[in-house]
């Protein structure tokens, strides 16, 4: 476990008096975006050190509709640290510990070699089953089922090798909260997460009223890799909005993503104690090479640590001027949510196209060094 050093209070992050016309990079990196066709619209917050300093919407969020600060954009992945925040929460209440196997839970889930599979194992992707990250079932009964029938990966030794689960793991981990806490994860986050960080706008999943009353205020997300702008219909229909899916499915603006984040560095403010969230936040898994991203890659507990390496940049990077201490997540192709203790630093943003791999790669490392670079933030030697 870190020290917990960083976990001093900050206060409630407040709005400045700083415009756009002081990030000329950052800003330059989400309208070129725009003018490129990578994305229709996107969305901005940064805070340091407690002072919103952007909060800000460029772009559409759908045909014809201006994107603005309170749309609902879909986080995608840059939403797994909250299902396992609420995890967090649950080995506060001592309902279960880091190495809890999840088939004391969920006793079906010991088929096929998995049976000494821990939560410790599902948090750090190191469990080795992703081929639990496919099937088809859209019910939630039925996709456990077929996720718990899956065979662990041939050879694999848990603990001792890693490789990223996109999917099947944190719906065992949705199914995990749902068994201990009765509640649905969804309704769990929040009751227990989102009402308490004042996160109005955010979920796991919609309801059809929701739905319903929102319209107006839901981004949709574009396949953007050809150069057309192509909607991503089983993330904006009805059954996309109202689906759970606890390692995807995350919406709301982003500036509740960075209150999340500020929360955090707040010493879990009102949703995790400060212990637990220096440990979660910690290199948890060091310096295993990741069979999914190619990289090595050090994970804390449903958080990637700033992995850069040798004058490289990690897939999905914070940017090359983060310290080594910054943790986060990010979305597919999408968005990008993270704190830098160091700086007392929270960005969090999303766009809505999605343009293929190596132009978002290139694209999350423009709008990341550029945020850093416009604060001056760019002291550390790290690569």
């Known amino acids: 476990m870190r020290d917990g050093w960083w976990l001093t209070t900050l206060p409630f992050a407040h709005a400045s008096r700083i415009t756009m016309t002081d990030f000329p990079r950052t800003i330059t990196a989400f309208e070129s975006g725009v003018r490129e066709g990578l994305h229709p619209g996107a969305q901005l917050y940064v805070s340091h050190r407690g002072e919103v300093l952007l909060d800000e919407a460029f772009g559409e969020a759908r045909a014809g509709a201006p994107m603005q600060r309170d749309s609902i954009m879909l986080w ?50 190191t469990a080795g089953f992703r081929n639990a990250d496919g099937g088809s079932a859209a019910d939630a009964d039925e996709k456990l089922a077929w996720i718990c029938a899956q065979p662990l990966e041939e050879n694999w030794v848990m603990g001792e090798r890693a490789g990223y689960h996109i ?14 806490s009765g509640k649905p994860v969804e309704r769990f986050l ?23 009353e929102l319209r107006e205020r839901i981004a949709f997300v574009y396949d953007t890799s050809d150069g057309a702008l192509r909607p991503k219909e089983g993330w904006n229909n009805l059954e996309g909005l109202t689906r759970c899916r606890p390692g995807g499915s995350a ?25 637990t969230v220096a440990l979660m936040t910690s290199r948890q898994r060091v310096g295993l090479f990741d069979e999914t ?11 990637i640590i700033n992995s850069n390496r040798d004058g490289i940049q990690m897939p999905y990077s914070y940017g090359r001027h983060a310290s080594r201490e910054t943790f986060g997540h990010s979305g597919n192709q999408a968005s990008c949510g993270f704190a830098d203790p160091q700086h007392r630093l929270v960005v969090a943003w999303a766009c809505n196209g999605m343009p293929g791999e190596r132009k978002h790669q290139q694209r999350q490392r423009a709008i990341n ?11 550390n030697p790290r690569p």
């Open 76 to 125: 995608f992945s840059a939403g797994k640290p909250l299902t396992a925040v609420a995890i967090g929460q649950l080995a506060e209440r001592g309902v279960l510990t880091w190495q809890t196997r999840v088939a004391e839970v969920i006793p079906e889930f010991a088929q096929n070699g998995k049976a000494s599979v821990t939560v410790w194992h599902l948090l750090t992707h």
């Open 251 to 275: 919406r709301g603006p982003v500036r509740e993503l960075g209150r999340f984040y500020e929360a955090l560095l707040n010493g879990g403010e009102n949703v995790l104690q400060p212990e």
């Open 190 to 212: 929040r009751e227990e997460t989102f009402s308490p960080l004042g996160m109005s706008a955010t979920s796991l999943a919609l309801t059809e009223q929701e739905v319903s």
């Open 369 to 379: 060094n550029a945020i850093y670079e416009d604060l001056g933030l760019v002291e």
């Open 167 to 180: 999917k099947g793991s944190w719906h065992v981990l949705g199914e995990i909260v749902r068994n201990l």
């Open 293 to 303: 991203f190619q990289f090595k890659m050090d994970w804390g507990l449903g958080f």
